[in-house]
Nanobody, 114 residues
């Protein structure tokens, strides 16, 4: 059974940083392109970043240069380091493969506000 568990969200001031973590179980982790998505209130879920291998990463224009996605295949973990956070980054953040094929987890809430 596939299980995706996100953690690390919280309330942070504009300009602050957070590191999100995603623990994946029940999947062939090494063969998956993994990704972070987010959904803000009243908006559709959007792709934030994806990691195809340790070297090949792709980002949405809105987060390029501020967010970094990484993976640890030995631990079945994927991470999202978020720096220089802005209020418009406020959303529920999820991990999944890309394109998304597994059941969504609970997500982790990120709120950027002063």
């Amino acid at each position: 059974q596939v299980r995706l568990v996100e953690s690390g969200g919280g309330l942070v001031q504009p300009g602050g940083s957070l590191r999100l973590s995603c623990a994946a179980s029940g999947i062939n982790f090494r063969t998956n392109t993994l990704a972070w998505y987010r959904q803000a209130p009243g908006k559709q879920r959007e792709l934030v970043a994806r990691i195809i291998s340790y070297e090949l990463t792709i980002y949405a224009d809105s987060v390029k240069g501020r967010f970094t996605i990484s993976r640890d295949n030995a631990r079945n973990m994927v991470y999202l380091q978020m720096n220089s956070l802005k209020p418009e980054d406020t959303a529920l953040y999820y991990c999944n493969n890309h394109p998304p094929g597994y059941d969504w987890g609970q997500g982790t809430q990120v709120t950027v506000s002063s």
